[in-house]
């Protein structure tokens, strides 16, 4: 799996939100602290297995990783973050539509 680079993806984040509003700053910032723990999961799961073997005297039985419940747990906090950030909208680029068989061409019902 291809590792994210946090760095670029912060200042990627960084550019479609107000840099002087500090709590969007902060958000943005946790929001990648999010992303490296998700990320840290993810190295401890590849490394130990998707299940683990849990022995307890004579008993032995077999659960999910922990590191699994932990990222359905950063992933709603990922998206409950994503959701409250102010992203500022992009300008859309103006439509160069042209006539259709010299017709000029009907506008959407929207």
Do not use: W, Y
Not at 30 to 55: F, K, Q, W
């Amino acid at each position: 799996m291809e590792r994210i680079n946090f760095e670029k993806l912060k200042n990627q984040l960084l550019s479609r939100i107000d840099t002087d509003d500090l709590l969007e700053v902060k958000k943005v910032n946790d929001l990648i602290r999010l992303h490296e723990l998700d990320a840290e999961c993810d190295t401890v799961i590849d490394r130990d297995g998707i299940s683990i073997t849990i022995e307890n005297g004579k008993q032995k039985f077999i659960k999910s990783h922990p590191s699994m419940n932990e990222k359905m747990k950063i992933n709603a906090q990922k998206i409950a973050l994503e959701k409250s950030i102010k992203f500022k909208l992009k300008a859309t680029p103006a439509s160069t539509s042209k006539p259709v068989e010299g017709k000029p061409k009907r506008g959407s019902l929207i």
